[in-house]
């Protein structure tokens, strides 16, 4: 930890390259976790340099350039410190399914599954008292908090 210290602050060249590279494997893995079969250096292209790659549907290069928008919101948001409210929630989620699902930034209102899973998400009449219930609980912000004591 002395040593990475001992490099603050970063060269302003260097922080743009770690960000470009956090956003581009945060959309690389966001996007494999829900299934797009777009590699790494296919990712890349479609970002950079906006290309479609042959093989690969619409709908995964729209989850990608999606994916690399809600990461530019959501740095937006913890830079003006905005709170993280229903209306932040339905804001990212517009930005990650716009284009691909009709009800983008809205909460559902119908019963949903997940195939293979265990658990059963709640019913749909319960999500935003749920949600309301999240945001009451405040976060401990004390440093023996932060520090697990």
């Known amino acids: 930890m002395q040593r990475l210290d001992s490099l603050r602050p970063l060269p302003a060249g260097a922080v743009k390259r770690l960000h470009e590279e956090m956003r581009l494997l945060h959309t690389y893995h966001s996007g494999a976790i829900e299934g797009n079969t777009l590699t790494l250096s296919e990712t890349k292209l479609v970002l950079e340099e906006g290309v479609t790659i042959g093989g690969k549907t619409l709908a ?3 989850e990608a350039t999606n ?3 809600a990461f530019d919101l959501v740095e937006d948001i913890a830079g003006k410190r905005r709170a993280i409210d229903h209306v932040t929630i339905q804001e990212i ?3 990650v399914t716009a284009g691909i699902l009709e009800d983008a930034g809205r909460y559902r209102t119908h019963n949903v599954r997940i195939t293979g ?3 059963t998400p709640p ?3 319960k999500v935003v008292g749920l949600m309301d219930h999240g945001f ?3 976060p401990k912000t ?3 908090s932060l520090q697990g004591s």
């Open 60 to 62: 995964e290069h729209i």
């Open 67 to 69: 994916n690399a928008r």
């Open 93 to 95: 989620h517009e930005v």
């Open 117 to 119: 899973a265990v658990k």
């Open 123 to 125: 019913d749909w009449s």
């Open 136 to 138: 009451l609980i405040k």
């Open 142 to 144: 004390s440093q023996s």
